[in-house]
């Protein structure tokens, strides 16, 4: 699929997910090396899967390839043994992503850089993306580390959403699905506030918000007849915060009423009032 015959059609761009697998250097002067590289064209308005795309790719140098992995499904050097060089498979993988806006997880700081440097030395130009997304930092920002760090592992494992892989295409669906999910759980708490944002759990409890220092606070109480448990910077809104200052101010009403009326029996009334509000 033409990026440019795509993107006329529908009038917005189409987004890629993309990874890439690498060796992981292990010595200085020791370089990196695409062995993987996977994506999906996804629409942006209905966020359907378009196309997809993966290849297995053979470095230049077989040697900085394991030969065995600690992942049961891991790359070899077996594996990209007999796969085509780069240079080979440049022209597809830059016709999916160049014009395109580019998504994954951390690929400003990581994929996006091997994949320049991948052109660069087959000395092609690069491809161009017209906008990019990086989950790392967008999830970081909006979601929040909930989920404990902000690694894919993490975040799927936290939505169930099964084990991340370590290869291209699976881990590029799985991107797609974390985000997919954030969103639903944001779009939620903004719609219900009041309701859903915090960590308040419980059953059969009412749930009460109060603000202290400008944060958010949660309490919980299980039905109006039990004390309120004590809670950090909860104060509750009653009229008066002590029977101390509860007494100060049924005598400055009983004598202003006095004064004011002149009318002996209302001191033995509001004795009596007293007496039930304590």
Sequence with gaps: MDASTSSSKEGTPEIVFFDIETNVPNRAGQRFWVLEFGAIVVCPQKLVELES????????????????????????????????????????????????????????????????????????PAPIPVGMIDSLGVLTDKFGRRAGNMKMATLASYFKLGQQKHRSLEDVRMNLEVLKNCATVLFLEASLPSLLNGNCRGSSTITTRSRSNGKSLCREETSR????????GYQRAVPYASRGSLEKMTSKVKNLLCRAQGNQPLNSILKHSHSLLR
């Design 53 to 124: 795309y993966s290849t297995l790719i053979r470095p230049g140098d077989l040697s900085v390839v394991a030969l065995r992995s600690g992942r049961s499904d891991g790359i070899t050097r077996e594996t990209v043994a007999n796969a085509p060089l780069f240079k080979e498979v440049s022209d597809k993988i830059f016709s999916i992503l160049n014009g395109r806006v580019w998504a994954g997880h951390n690929i400003r700081r990581f994929d996006c850089i091997r994949i320049k440097e991948a052109f660069a030395e087959i000395g092609r």
């Design 225 to 232: 007849k039990s004390p309120p448990t004590a809670s950090i």
